[in-house]
């Protein structure tokens, strides 16, 4: 008898530890959930941190009428009790809902435009969870008008599937108008990746398109009898761009994404016109020129990157320009009477765009080398009468990688290890350009 109920008792054991097992194995992970919300205030900016139960895909972006920051994620639980905004933050309400089955959607309402600086994830490390960080500041209207809009995230969302709903308020008393789901006049973004300093980029290898790889010149600056800035060390300039053009063009090709050809791809010299002809003559679709900057201040550092204006941004960008443009004078050959065509286009509608279009990648390319730990000066894009970068019909900058008259710098400019961080900033910025050409129609 106590043999049989000693055998019942094991098969009942090993039942109930089955039983266990396939609750534990067959149960569903844990669902997101956002648990917390809070600000920073920052001299520059206001720092918006959602804690997470876990590492997400997300989207964020802007809208207008009324203003709105919004955050896009798979359906999350809400377990964010009262939320202290900052006055200066200009946050009114903060809000959240179903958008469609699966994607559930937070809204940030803004008593006055906000323009997002940054967005990125910061992993659980120790006590502290996963973070969902949005660096953002308050605009003035035109300021918000005339800026280009970015959408940041890996989320993929049919907007098409979206419905307006009734949403939940967090620290808001009455409840809001429904939820106006879609970004106005796009599809969504091919999905994303995100570059090693945490900026969301579009993804490495977007999806089969009906439309022809783009084709990237790169300047690199000076050459030949040219030697441009002289640093330390017995470096120079034109070999320093050379060799970063050069490990930039080879990152390009290897990703698959890019065509790519070079001003020069020797130690030689060429008129400025030339360079601007090369690019018109082979169709580029951007222009990059590489240069390193020289200045009377030793201890200056940072990059720098240049657009084109009738008018410079300050005291030292017109310098630059005047000493940049002078380098035909090194041949022996004067620009000017030249150039004085290429300055008129200036004034032409059909410069407007590409100005435009010149502006949103240097401002793409300030948030990526600034995102990657890379130095980059006060104000960093500035603009001026490059002669280099007055293509008409091509969208161009001139970046100044850092100063060749501060000796540490000069050094780091010619290591190979910091060209390919600098090659991967500008891949990155790239691609964001082109993902948001693409996403207007403009290929």
């Given at each position: ?27 569903p ?55 202290s905004t ?11 809902g ?14 006055k ?14 006590n ?10 308050t ?45 106005p ?144 004078l ?5 620009l ?8 008129n ?30 130095d ?68």
């Amino acid at each position: 008898m106590s043999a049989r109920l000693s055998h019942t008792a094991r098969h009942f054991a090993f039942f109930v530890m089955a039983m266990i097992l396939f609750c534990v194995i067959s149960a569903p992970a844990r669902a997101l959930t956002v648990d917390n919300i809070r600000f920073g205030t920052h001299p520059d900016k206001t720092r918006m941190v959602l804690e997470l139960s876990e590492k997400v895909d997300f989207r964020v972006f802007t809208l207008s009428n009324p203003w709105r920051l919004v955050i896009d994620m798979p359906a999350f639980g809400w377990d964010v009790s009262a939320v202290s905004t900052p006055v200066q933050s200009g946050v009114s309400s903060i809000r959240q809902g179903p958008l469609q089955p699966g994607i559930s959607r937070i809204v940030i309402d803004m008593d006055k435009p906000a323009d997002i600086k940054a967005v990125f994830f910061m992993p659980r490390d120790g006590n502290l969870p996963d973070r969902l960080v949005v660096d953002f500041n308050t605009v003035s209207t035109d300021t918000y008008n005339q800026q280009q809009r970015k959408v940041y995230g890996r989320l993929v969302i049919n907007d098409e599937n979206a419905t307006d709903t009734k949403s939940r308020l967090v620290a808001s008393v009455k409840e809001s108008a429904p939820l106006q789901a879609g970004i106005p006049a796009s599809k969504p973004a091919a999905t994303p990746a995100v570059s090693p300093g945490g900026l969301i980029i579009p993804q490495k290898k977007p999806p089969e398109l009906s439309f022809e790889k783009p084709l990237i010149i790169i300047d690199a600056g000076h050459g030949g009898v040219d030697p441009g800035a002289v640093g330390a060390h017995g470096l120079n300039e034109k070999n320093i761009t050379l060799s970063m053009a050069k490990e930039l063009k080879r990152q390009l090709e290897n990703s698959g994404r890019y065509r790519v050809m070079m001003t020069r791809d020797r130690d030689a010299y060429l008129r400025l016109y030339q360079r601007i002809d090369f690019a018109r003559r082979n169709k580029g679709d951007l222009f990059i020129s590489l240069h390193a900057d020289s200045i009377d201040k030793k201890g200056v550092h940072g990059a720098s990157v240049y657009t084109l204006s009738e008018n410079a941004s300050d005291a030292q960008t017109e310098r630059l320009a005047m000493r940049e443009n002078r380098a035909d004078l090194i041949a022996g050959v004067d620009l000017s009477a030249e150039d004085e065509v290429v300055v008129n286009i200036l004034v032409d509608l059909t410069m407007r765009d590409t100005m435009n279009q010149s502006k949103f990648f240097a401002n793409t390319v300030v948030d990526i080398l600034d995102h990657n730990g890379i130095d980059i000066l006060d104000n960093p894009h500035r603009y001026a009468g490059f002669a280099v970068l007055k293509a008409p019909d091509i969208p161009s900058i001139l970046i100044e990688m850092g100063f060749m008259s501060n000796g540490a710098e000069s050094k780091m400019l010619a290591n190979p290890g910091f060209q390919q961080k600098m090659a991967r900033a500008l891949m990155d910025s790239l691609d964001i350009y082109f993902d948001r050409v693409r996403r207007n129609g403009r290929t």
